[in-house]
């Protein structure tokens, strides 16, 4: 069966796509935010010009029949181009506005320098707000899974979750931490397997370092004993400088502590930072957003960033 759809409106479908996915033309019309007369109307016009039936309306649910199954795929990539369209001629006649979250883990934030990033991006889009929100890299990559959050600065855990995109836009190695008179001290690079035996300082487990970090233990065969456990920076440091213990930290962190001794681990151990969004389409002040993340070119340590701050 063939039909035409010149004639109908965007809104028709919209009204179809909403009916379709609830189930309910009650339900449709509450996402479509109108009135279930003017959903009904619609959709009723919509097969009028159609000359099908889209619904099987018979009580006590409403089915889709098979010519209304045939035309959801096709309503919703006609809805996605429409938006794209609008999308993509948006820069020419207004500039994108609204409120945007920027989700940040605290790491990134020290090797960015985001009020002046800020700032920056105010200047150019002065009509979107930005609003920033720290947390651990594993709990804002599951939230941009889930869509509940759009933009995100993180550092990808080893496993990202499904629905989740990733653009790289800081590399550095991860190093051995110890102090100056730690047995390890004098070695100018250590195995991961060098750490059986060693009392290690770890870090939250929902943090991507942490996770970073098991996988290299677990795949060298290593169980840590009594690790100790912590989530900041500042007790991790204070914690080495004692000969507690040894981390593994990224090198532009170790950076900011020259009084303790860092060695290169070999096999080569990574932390990256990524720009975070969600599959699919962005709204445009987070379109914006991510587009201006994506031209950031971070590449090398803050030596003055603060040394309290959550690892993530």
Known sequence: MEWHIDPMELRQ?????????????????????????AVSSGIAKLERELGVQLFDRTPPAVV????????????????????RAREVTAQFTTNPSGTVELHI???????????????????????????????????????????????????PPPQPPPGIRLRNIHHEPLVLVCAPDHPLASRQQVAVADLAGQTLILHDPESA????????????????????????????????????????????????HPDLTTIAVTPPLHWDIALATPDGRLSPPAAALAKALATLDLDGPNLDAPQSILIA
């Open 13 to 37: 479908l919209e009204y179809f796509v909403a009916v379709a996915q609830e189930l309910s033309f009650s339900r449709g019309a509450a996402r479509v935010h109108v009135v279930q007369s």
């Open 64 to 83: 889709l029949t098979p010519a209304g199954t045939a035309l959801l795929a096709e309503a919703n990539a006609t809805l996605d181009a429409a938006q």
């Open 105 to 155: 883990h605290e790491g990134c934030s020290r090797i960015l320098d985001l009020p002046a990033f800020i700032t920056r991006f105010r200047d150019e889009h002065p009509l979107i707000r930005v609003r920033v929100k720290t947390g651990l890299s594993v709990s804002i990559a599951r939230a941009i899974a889930e869509k509940s959050v759009e933009v995100g600065l993180i550092a």
């Open 209 to 256: 370092l942490r996770q970073i970090v098991d996988l290299a233990l677990d795949t060298a065969g290593i169980r840590p004993t009594d690790p100790y456990e912590v989530d900041s920076l500042s007790t991790t440091m204070d914690l080495a400088r004692t000969g507690a213990g040894v981390t593994l930290l990224p090198a532009v962190a170790a950076a900011w």
